[in-house]
């Protein structure tokens, strides 16, 4: 499992998590990974904006919660289900998997360590103006979900 961030078009977090995902590993993202980031990014910043899914079992999770209210992070929340509308899950994940099946090995297994470092290495890679396209077509997607009453989308 992977948390990755994103913020002014570029990839600027990569966190691998182990374990279970639940709330505690939720408010361990939050206090590590996530306040890392942006103390260095965002050092001004009194209220950061993060954009997270509704996934009760972590993100929402009483423990999360409260982290987050405590290092001040603002939240915008996406509907449960809802990968059409997470720039993350409609365009990252598809781009970085084709880049990995370019850059796989082929004469020989990857393990497990140097498979997640070229995963990381192809993340952070990532065009800026890839994301900014993927971040941009948000709008038009919230839109369109809005208009199909919930239901999927086909934009891709």
């Not at 570029?10 to 890392?36: C, S």
């Not at 990014?41 to 987050?68: C, F, M, Q």
């Not at 001040?72 to 899950?89: A, E, K």
Request: proline share 4%; charged share 30%; net charge positive.
């Amino acid at each position: 499992m992977v948390c990755a961030g994103i913020q002014k078009s570029r990839v600027v977090m990569w966190q691998y998590l182990d374990g279970k995902w639940n709330g505690d590993a939720a408010e361990d993202v939050y206090r590590t990974a996530i306040a890392k980031v942006l103390r260095r990014l965002a050092p001004t910043k009194a209220k950061p904006l993060i954009l997270e899914d509704n996934d009760p079992v972590g993100y929402k999770s009483s423990k999360a919660v409260r982290a987050k209210k405590e290092l001040g992070f603002r939240v915008m929340s996406l509907p449960r289900y809802s990968p059409d509308l997470n720039p993350l899950d409609f365009f990252l994940w598809k781009d970085i998997e084709g880049r990995m099946t370019e850059s796989a090995p082929k004469s020989r297994k990857e393990a497990l360590d140097e498979f997640k470092m070229r995963l990381r290495k192809t993340a952070f890679a990532t065009s800026r103006v890839l994301i900014a396209k993927a971040v941009g077509a948000m709008k038009k997607r919230i839109a369109a979900v809005y208009a199909a009453k919930g239901g999927h989308i086909t934009m891709d």
